[in-house]
């Protein structure tokens, strides 16, 4: 039987927390930031978790984890 394999684009993105929430980083802060507002930018900081309406996408991504 072979091997599970994760998606290295899943790998890259997310990882999961102890408590098994899966954490992503925030969309919209790559580039083009000239043009949007420091509030904005500023409300773009850190990471949030996965909504649970994504969740079962992200755990067939990325099995053993």
Known sequence: M???KTK???K????????????RG??????????K???NKRQLRG?????ETN???VTRMMPNA
């Open 2 to 4: 072979p091997k599970m």
């Open 8 to 10: 290295s684009s899943a």
């Open 12 to 23: 890259k993105r997310f990882r999961v927390r102890p408590s098994g929430t899966v954490k």
């Open 26 to 35: 925030q969309a919209f802060k790559r580039h083009i930031l000239t043009k």
């Open 37 to 39: 507002t420091t509030k």
């Open 47 to 51: 990471s949030v978790a996965v909504h």
């Open 55 to 57: 969740m079962a996408s």
